[in-house]
């Protein structure tokens, strides 16, 4: 084994009760929960912890910081092993260079995140969210990350300045463009 997590408190998210046992890892896969008798390369004493999978955060603001952090603090720092983006229909892709400003103001206003610091730390090295999910891809990081297409930027990006009006719909035309961005 890689590595054995003694005896800690289990909790694994099944809905079962918490128990103390060993977690055997092995290749970076869980291979044994229980009473684990082989010892690992690498021990962990986990007396009086938890041992917990990673959590998963299904609604995050992180579209701008992953592209430049690799930790993604503090969601890394809480035990989240998995963050999703684009949740809330603002984000940074797809984006035409004139609409940079336009997009992180959007997230400033409604999500509160600095825009200094969106445009200090974006490179903006992508235009279709396929690029985006490229760069993010491109980037290795302590934790793993989830993007949804956010429909702000899709429909600025379709539909120009009309996209920015929640009351405006979309052509037919620009309903097949936006399907195929």
Same mark, same amino acid.
């Given at each position: 084994m890689d590595l054995v997590i003694r005896g800690g408190t289990v909790v694994d998210g099944s809905g079962a009760p918490p128990r103390t046992a060993d977690v055997a890892i092995d290749g970076g896969r869980v291979v044994e929960v229980g009473r684990v008798g082989e010892r690992g390369d690498r021990e962990v004493d986990a007396d009086g912890l938890l041992v917990t999978p990673g959590f998963v955060d299904i609604h995050t603001h992180f579209d701008g910081q992953a592209?430049?952090?690799?930790?993604?603090?503090?969601?890394s720092q809480h035990g989240v092993t998995t963050v999703a983006m $684009?949740?809330? $229909?603002?984000? /940074?892709?797809?984006? @035409?260079?004139? @609409?940079?400003?336009?997009? *992180?103001?959007?997230?400033?206003?409604?999500?509160? *995140?600095? $825009?200094?610091?969106?445009?200090? #730390?974006?490179?903006?090295?992508?235009?279709? /969210?396929?690029?985006y999910l490229d760069v993010l891809g491109g980037t290795e990081r302590t934790i793993d990350v989830a993007a949804h297409v956010p429909h702000a930027p899709l @429909?600025?990006?379709?539909? #120009?300045e009309r996209g920015a009006d929640h009351l405006a719909h979309p052509t037919d035309d620009e309903t097949a463009a936006m399907l195929e961005e």
């Amino acid at each position: 084994m890689d590595l054995v997590i003694r005896g800690g408190t289990v909790v694994d998210g099944s809905g079962a009760p918490p128990r103390t046992a060993d977690v055997a890892i092995d290749g970076g896969r869980v291979v044994e929960v229980g009473r684990v008798g082989e010892r690992g390369d690498r021990e962990v004493d986990a007396d009086g912890l938890l041992v917990t999978p990673g959590f998963v955060d299904i609604h995050t603001h992180f579209d701008g910081q992953a592209t430049w952090d690799p930790v993604l603090a503090p969601s890394s720092q809480h035990g989240v092993t998995t963050v999703a983006m $684009g949740n809330c $229909g603002v984000g /940074f892709a797809p984006a @035409r260079p004139d @609409r940079h400003d336009w997009l *992180i103001s959007l997230l400033e206003g409604v999500e509160d *995140i600095p $825009g200094t610091a969106l445009a200090e #730390g974006m490179t903006w090295g992508w235009e279709s /969210f396929p690029e985006y999910l490229d760069v993010l891809g491109g980037t290795e990081r302590t934790i793993d990350v989830a993007a949804h297409v956010p429909h702000a930027p899709l @429909r600025a990006y379709v539909m #120009g300045e009309r996209g920015a009006d929640h009351l405006a719909h979309p052509t037919d035309d620009e309903t097949a463009a936006m399907l195929e961005e």
